[in-house]
């Protein structure tokens, strides 16, 4: 049984694939984070905390956000650095923030605040916003009600196991997603923006590959898994890409 910290530290040893393969997220969630934080992201200070590889640091920062990443993780901060090497990377987490007290307007965790303790991480959030600050969580979660996604979520807990699921290749429901995920006590507004993307289908089973299920899973049963995912694949989607499709759910609190 590996612990919860052995998987959220499993990416460093993938970090360049997960760059490479993991998806991002759609323009309208920007649009979300904005509409319920109550403010513009241009000029805004912003901590994008358990940043990995910068995935959603590089949107912040596109929107023209100061954007600070915050990463405990070797491997996911130095590849970071290599694609956002203007950006400032702070080492730590969400349960121990190093930043200033009353410092920042807006504090992200895409897909990172399953891996925090909600009774430190949420009074950490207090601490360091401001006043009208806001807290933004969200995930990508594999929609399952695309029926070869659903299916393949089968086979990938039918293989690692109810409970040692992946917090996405699990694709759970959005609403549920919510529900299991947002520490209780505070006010979240939330939204979900369904969308999709095509890739070939090595990124397909490389973005698979980088969940921490694999990762920290026995290396010749994941190969199988993946192998046997291929071999599917291949008559699923002929022509050799694939079309994935996400829910993004967002939880936006402010204070």
Known sequence: MTTNSDRARS??????????????????????????????????????????????????????????????????????????????????????????????????????????????????????????????????????????????????LDTFGEGQEDHHVAAYDADARLRAELPAGVDFRTRQVEWSREVPLDVHLANLASHSVFLVADRAVAEDVLERERALLVHAFPGGTVREAYVTSLAVART
Do not use: C, K
């Open 11 to 156: 990416f460093d040893a993938v970090a360049a694939s997960y760059a490479a393969n993991r998806p991002s997220y759609p323009p309208a969630l920007l649009d979300a984070i904005e509409e319920l934080s109550g403010r513009p992201l241009a000029g805004a200070r912003v901590a994008d905390v358990g940043a990995g590889t910068g995935i959603a640091t590089a949107l912040l920062d596109g929107r023209g956000a100061r954007t600070t990443a915050v990463e405990p993780g070797d491997g996911m901060a130095a590849q970071l650095r290599r694609g956002l090497p203007h950006v400032p990377v702070v080492r730590g987490d969400g349960n121990r923030l190093p930043l200033r007290t009353g410092s920042l307007d807006l504090i992200t965790y895409a897909q990172s605040w399953h891996w925090t303790d909600p009774a430190r991480s949420v009074p950490e959030a207090r601490r360091v916003l401001r006043p009208g600050g806001a807290l933004a969580l969200w995930w990508n979660d594999s929609d399952p009600r695309v029926e070869w996604i659903g299916d393949q979520r089968r086979r990938v």
